[in-house]
């Protein structure tokens, strides 16, 4: 069972178009990471948030940490074929060094 | 140093057999964990290393399961008598000590276990 929930599973856009992600969790974590994985290859890092209401910004990325530190989004403007992959989001505990993963939202861009 | 390095990228095992894989961790990183992945899911935490310390093991990690880091380096994960069940991505990651609650990790390519 992931403690974060992801939503949606699955997210087929064309080229061009707007696209957000939601991870959402009853814990309350003290920092959240987004993640992006290709087919065979390993999580590749994209941001951390640590702050509740915090808002990072990543070329045409925006990635927010909810209020209560429980939930974030991720939100891709103008989306390209090469943001296709797989988008995970990890929270971590103060003091508890290992990530909680969502299972994941596989987004797919079509040129 | 470029990343974290996993050997080997594929692994295609008959059960029963054992199997290792190594992890080099960013050199200057004192912290390395491994996780697995399965299909459509999260990875999911398999254990943790401070130096040479093993400080946590996840339940998922059955006896036929053990990890080591000898010297606060390199790591190795050997699975003794596979099940087909074991097939999954291990991934290692590593992280330094920043102190605080940022807990981020980075992760290798991951070495893809196939058990027939």
């Known amino acids: 069972t992931q403690l974060l929930e992801q939503s949606p599973q699955f997210l087929s856009i064309q080229e061009g178009e707007n696209l957000t992600v939601y991870c959402n969790s009853s814990?309350?974590?003290?920092?959240l990471q987004w993640y992006r994985q290709e087919p065979g290859e390993g999580p590749v890092l994209l941001v951390t948030v640590v702050t509740g209401g915090e808002v990072k910004k990543l070329k045409r990325l925006t990635f927010q940490f909810g209020d209560a530190r429980k939930d974030s989004s991720l939100h891709i403007t103008a989306a390209q074929p090469g943001d296709t992959g797989l988008y995970l989001c990890?929270?971590?505990?103060?003091?508890?060094?290992?990530?909680?993963f969502g299972a994941g939202t596989t987004v797919t861009v079509r040129a | 140093d470029t990343g974290v390095s996993q050997n080997p990228r594929h692994k295609i095992t008959k059960r029963g057999q054992n199997v290792t894989f190594r992890c080099d961790p960013i050199?200057?990183?004192?912290?390395l964990y491994w996780y697995r992945q399965t299909l459509g899911q999260g990875p999911e935490f398999l254990t943790y290393f401070q130096n040479e310390a093993q400080l946590e093991k996840s339940r998922l990690l059955s006896d036929r399961f053990s990890a080591e880091r000898p010297k606060g380096s390199f790591s190795t994960l050997e699975i003794q008598r596979t099940e087909q069940g074991d097939s999954a991505m291990y991934l290692c990651a590593s992280s330094d000590s920043p102190g605080g609650v940022n807990t981020e990790a980075f992760f290798g390519q991951g070495t893809r276990l196939t058990v027939v």
């Open positions: 050199s200057e990183h004192n912290r």
């Open positions: 814990s309350v974590f003290s920092s």
């Open positions: 990890a929270g971590g505990y103060r003091d508890d060094y290992k990530l909680s």
